[in-house]
């Protein structure tokens, strides 16, 4: 027996399986999509919506398939085969029928055609014992059709322990999710302009921030949205906002120029004084910086490129026999000084390198080389280029960033929204900072804090058509490190775009949390649906969703189950109005002895 409480039994009955099959979004080879179709009493109409989850019977007691509603189609019996072959008169007088018996009520011939699909789940389920398992068992014909309650809502698809980030859609039940999971299986949030990418990511942001308190946010940001969509967050928190403009010279200066830099949502149009003010207030707090970013074309030496050069020099004709074997060593101790600090072909050298150099160079004297050999000229200009990194160096650049952000005082920043609206600026910076965070992760042998990048804009990031001229393949490269191996170091992406098919796809299967919403292009939700294995049909339902509405899809991440949710979520702009408002009322009192 199900648990009444959880499962609402129905008259709705199973009548159809439906198998469709497609090519695949690669067009390589095909995949099928199973569709149910039950027939529902016409009254069951108030309490179905797309996304509503039924638990179909199957053929093994006490074990159930759960599938997630995607249409339901009201239909009446006079409409059945009623089609253009019916002469036109009688056509209209079914139809003027249909239309007044359904009017008056009596629906005895109407029923509701409600269309489903498989969410990979069966439930096997005695009373209050409920147990998901992942799976297909055939569901029985004619099987009856339980509804999930709230209750079941909050037991089995929302974390009762989670943190809350909007309501279900049309059940009136919260969204929890284990956030701290979500974070560290990395997230995604895809769907076309002004769906809510950005408000949904500030949110995912305060949130992580206010849950998780080892964690530190990195926000590249390259449409200079974020320190207002986090304003209330850089003012309270500890927090670094860094900007590749010159210092504002006084908090005068900084209200009136980070004012007019900035994207005001148009919401928040009526609080701009505020934001003004708070503006200033930040500066006053001396959390902002300018980011020193190298001139274009300056790249640093990598040990990649290191071993290349040395070994070129071993190739080399022109090199004289007597120093191969000195240089046979470098390379030696090259990767032994690698192994031992945990350092890849892709990390940048660094002063601590300086006593390889050193220690080659004794061997080299002491094997008696000339000093005019060329191994030792090369020797001096590499600790030229070591010590040279360290003058050139300003006061706040990539390096004390990554610092910063890996410092696990309690008084050092947790939020860092770093602006970069030159977009080979940003790429740049998006490659140059993960991978300095990467080597200095490894270095320190520690996992704290947690370091969450969040990539709004992704395709600039990772675009499919990487180049190493606008530096997309240096911040391709990097991206792909952060999500394929940035777990085992406690570093983890949220990304965000608004089309897949620009998108180096090689990284999707990194992702464990989807946040969906409108995708118009077909291939964009078939590539998704293929990914999660559910239907088209439950895809294209985001065609439907409104801005902050959305469809989650997890991979063993944010939800107990990995069942498809559509939810409304919070509204960002909401914190905001809450903090402004206060701010506003704050001001008005200590203005207030002067009036
Ligand atoms: N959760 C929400 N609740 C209410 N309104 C929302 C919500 N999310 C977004 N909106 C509305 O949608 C608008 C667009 O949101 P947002 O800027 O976050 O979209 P976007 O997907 O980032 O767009 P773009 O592609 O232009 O970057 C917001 O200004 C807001 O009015
Ligand atoms: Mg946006």
């Known amino acids: 027996m199900l648990n009444r409480e959880l499962f609402k039994e129905t008259e709705a009955r199973l009548r159809e399986l439906r198998v469709v099959t497609r090519t695949s979004a690669d067009g390589r080879g095909t995949v099928s999509f199973r569709t149910f179709v039950v027939e529902a009493p016409f009254e069951l109409a108030g309490e179905l919506n797309v996304g509503k989850l039924m638990a179909l019977e199957t053929t093994k007691p006490n074990t159930y398939l759960i599938t997630e509603v995607i249409d339901f189609v009201p239909m009446h019996f006079g409409l059945v085969n009623l089609d253009g072959s019916v002469p036109r008169e009688l056509r209209k007088n079914v139809l003027e029928n249909v239309e007044r018996v359904i009017k008056e009520g009596s629906l005895d011939e109407a029923w509701l055609e409600v269309f489903a699909s498989h969410v990979g789940y069966i439930m096997e389920a005695e009373g209050d014992n409920v147990k998901f398992v992942k799976g297909y068992i055939p569901p029985l014909p004619a099987s009856r059709v339980y509804l999930f309650t709230p209750q079941a809502y909050s037991r089995f698809v929302s974390y009762s322990e989670g943190v809350r980030i909007g309501n279900v859609l049309n059940e009136n039940v919260e969204l929890r999710l284990n956030l701290a999971s979500a974070i560290k299986y990395h997230t995604g949030i895809f769907a076309y302009t002004g769906s809510g990418k950005s408000n949904l990511t500030s949110v995912i942001i305060r949130k992580a921030l206010e849950s998780i308190p080892s964690l530190k946010v990195v926000v590249l940001d390259v449409s200079m949205e974020y320190a207002v969509l986090l304003l209330d967050v850089l003012y309270r928190m500890n927090s670094r906002l860094a900007i590749t403009d010159k210092l504002p010279a006084n908090e005068a200066d900084a209200e009136r120029r980070l004012v007019r830099t900035h994207v005001i949502p148009e919401e928040l149009s009526v609080y701009r004084e505020e934001i003004k003010k ?24 990598t040990y990649g490129d290191l071993i290349a050069m040395v070994r070129q020099m071993i190739e080399d004709k022109y090199t004289s026999p007597s120093q191969k074997p000195i240089l046979q060593l470098m390379i030696q101790r090259i990767d032994e000084f690698m192994r031992d600090k945990k350092l890849d072909r892709d990390d940048v050298l660094d002063e601590t390198f300086k006593e390889v150099i050193n220690e080659v160079e004794l061997k080299a004297r002491e094997s008696g080389l000339r000093e005019t050999a060329t191994i030792f000229s090369f020797l001096s200009s590499l600790k030229a280029y070591l010590n040279s990194s360290d003058i050139i160096r300003e006061d706040y650049d990539i390096d004390a960033l990554a610092v910063e952000i890996l410092d696990s005082d309690e008084s050092s920043p947790r939020l860092f929204v770093v602006e970069v609206p030159n977009l080979e600026e940003a790429r740049l910076v998006a490659s140059s900072l993960i991978n300095n965070v990467f080597m200095r992760r490894k270095k320190l ?151």
């Not at 999707?508 to 964009?524: A, G, K």
């Not at 294209?540 to 939810?567: C, H, N, Y």
């Open 445 to 595: 042998y520690s996992n704290k804090p947690q370091v969450l990048f969040v990539l709004d804009e992704a395709q600039e990031f990772i675009p499919i058509d990487a180049r190493q001229k606008d530096y997309s393949e240096a911040s391709s490269l990097a991206v792909e490190r952060l999500l394929r191996h940035g777990r085992k170091y406690f570093l983890n992406g949220l990304i965000s775009t608004q089309r897949l098919a620009y998108l180096n796809t090689n990284v999707l299967q990194q992702i464990h949390t989807y946040f969906l919403s409108t995708l118009p292009r077909p291939y964009d939700r078939q590539l998704i649906a293929e990914t999660f294995g559910v239907s088209d049909s439950l895809l294209e339902r985001t065609l439907d969703l409104e801005s902050g509405q959305w469809l989650l899809m997890t991979f063993k991440s944010a939800l107990p189950e990995d069942i498809p949710v559509f939810f409304k979520a919070e509204n960002n702009s909401d914190y905001l109005k809450n903090f402004l408002e206060g701010f506003r009322s704050s001001g008005k009192r200590a203005q207030s002895p002067n009036t």
């Open 278 to 301: 708070v503006f200033g207030e930040i500066f006053k707090q001396g959390k902002i910086r300018k980011l020193y970013i190298p001139p274009q074309g300056v790249s640093y030496l």
